[in-house]
């Protein structure tokens, strides 16, 4: 067996690695340096002004990838608060990931970060958007899936229309699900052979990031009481409607600076629960299955009906599975030219 220490000056970091519904993550354990601010917001934009290079060495090449995704740990900032927690992803932090709750509550609980309370453990989160309460599902120990109460989600504009370059008119909605996404029907005339499917990844992405910079150029976005850190278009969500049997519709995520999300996206689930309890297609408690491009699936459902600085908002209910898939520890040399990472797509 090999023996050999690296030297003392290399940087260390480790973490465990999950996947949700196909979708990766990159769990941060120690190593990466402590973050000051008194709330989840503050720590991000502490993040961003001083570690941002190492987001890079952790999401990009060689160590990670332009659809990678990570979460780092931090001490609660509420009083009830069992861990705080900051995403990031290929282009910077984002303010919220229902993908990475459910991962990182499969492992925490799996590995003993968090206590197992009984076959439903409850663990209380505070992201930059807010206080996240999921529910770790388990049987004979193991825990088989994963839910959560997000922060109050809603409808923020319906029926826009946009010119998108390349595609023409786009009609689509702005929902809040923990970040503001644009959601398209890809049923319109604008997008004419867009398909959902892991075979058409380029196409998505293109489509994808053409609508989302059309949207950023057209709408200032206002969250009725979140700070300015939440005002920004995280990306857009392309929504193919089926109502089989078992599948209400299927929808891709394409965000931050065109990644793909191979899960239903939990925030994005999150905000088309908001949109369709607004047009009055879903009712209060009922229950609908998302699907994503690569047939991995969340069920979501209105827990409860709120307001949110005036608008009507809810609080919805994600559930999905995710699976640890490995254990790392990253050395950076201080001599490494490409230590900082880089990026191709």
Not at 30 to 58: C, V
Not at 118 to 124: F, R
Request: charged residues 20%; contains cysteine; proline residues 5%.
């Amino acid at each position: 067996m090999l023996n050999w220490t690296p030297p003392d000056h290399w940087l260390r970091i480790t973490s465990i690695d999950a996947h949700t519904g196909g979708e990766p993550l990159r769990i941060i354990t120690s190593g990466f340096p402590d973050l000051q601010g008194s709330t989840i917001l503050e720590k991000r934009q502490y993040a961003r002004t001083h570690y941002d290079h190492l987001r890079r060495t952790l999401m990009w090449e060689p160590r990670g990838h332009a659809d990678m995704y990570g979460a780092i740990l931090t001490p609660p900032v509420t009083p009830d608060g069992d861990i705080g927690v900051l995403f990031m992803h290929n282009e910077g932090f984002s303010t919220m990931c229902g993908h990475g709750i459910i991962g990182l509550v499969k492992v925490g609980v799996q590995t003993g970060m968090f206590p197992v309370t009984g076959d439903e453990t409850v663990v209380k989160i505070d992201t930059p958007a807010g206080r996240v309460t999921a529910t770790a599902h388990l049987r004979n120990g193991q825990v088989e899936h994963v839910s959560f109460l997000n922060v109050p989600s809603f409808l923020y504009e319906q029926d826009l229309i946009v010119d998108v370059d390349g595609l023409g008119k786009v009609t689509y909605d702005i929902a809040f699900g923990g970040a503001f996404y644009a959601y398209v029907d890809v049923d319109q005339p604008a997008l004419k052979g867009v398909v959902i499917d892991d075979k058409h990844q380029t196409q998505l992405i293109d489509v994808g990031m053409r609508i989302k910079r059309a949207v950023m150029n057209t709408v200032t976005l206002r969250h009725p009481e979140g700070d300015d850190d939440l005002n920004f278009l995280y990306g857009t969500i392309l929504v193919k409607m089926l109502h089989t049997e078992d599948v209400h519709s299927r929808n891709v995520c394409v965000f931050a600076e065109g990644e793909v999300d191979r899960s239903p996206t939990g925030t994005g689930v999150s905000g088309r629960l908001a949109i369709h309890h607004a047009k009055g297609d879903l009712r209060l408690e009922e229950t609908i299955t998302i699907e994503s491009l690569i047939g991995s699936r969340f069920t979501g459902r209105v827990a409860e009906t709120v307001e949110v600085g005036g608008l009507p908002a809810i609080i919805p209910e994600v559930a999905g599975t995710a699976f640890i898939t490995g254990q790392h520890t990253f050395l950076i040399d201080p001599d490494d030219p490409l230590k900082d990472g880089f990026i191709l797509r």
